[in-house]
């Protein structure tokens, strides 16, 4: 971790000011979102942590905090598992996934839904 000037809130705000007063960024949001998106390609363990956080306090869909993630989606639901938290496929994900299915033809007959499964 960088020491120095930067561990100085108030040069940070003025250079974050300087570089926005001299065209650099739109605005001081512009610089600190670049900030953060360098900060998260630097640092891939910081962004899992970020998206697995997200998802188990159920700000972020399971597809959204995966694609996040950087990982594989079998390799994010590996990490929740691993941590004790359950992946959950929202409605809205449901009703996507089955209709790109449906429109795919990749569906299966109701009566081999229960195929495999002993239900007694």
């Not at 108030?10 to 300087?18: C, Q, V, W």
């Not at 600190?32 to 962004?47: I, S, W």
């Not at 992946?87 to 229960?114: K, N």
Request: hydrophobic content about 40%.
């Amino acid at each position: 971790m960088q020491v120095g000037i930067f561990t100085d809130t108030n040069i940070m705000d003025k250079g974050i000011e300087a570089i926005v007063q001299t065209g650099g960024y739109k605005n001081r949001e512009a610089v600190l979102q670049e900030a953060f998106m360098l900060f998260l390609r630097t640092y891939p363990e910081h962004r899992l942590m970020m998206a697995v956080r997200l998802y188990q306090d159920g700000l972020l869909p399971l597809k959204r905090a995966t694609e996040i993630s950087g990982l594989p989606p079998s390799d994010f639901e590996a990490v929740l598992q691993a941590r004790g938290i359950e992946a959950f496929i929202s409605a809205e994900e449901s009703f996507r996934q089955g209709w790109q299915e449906t429109m795919a033809d990749d569906t299966r007959p109701i009566s081999e839904l229960w195929d495999g499964i002993d239900c007694e």
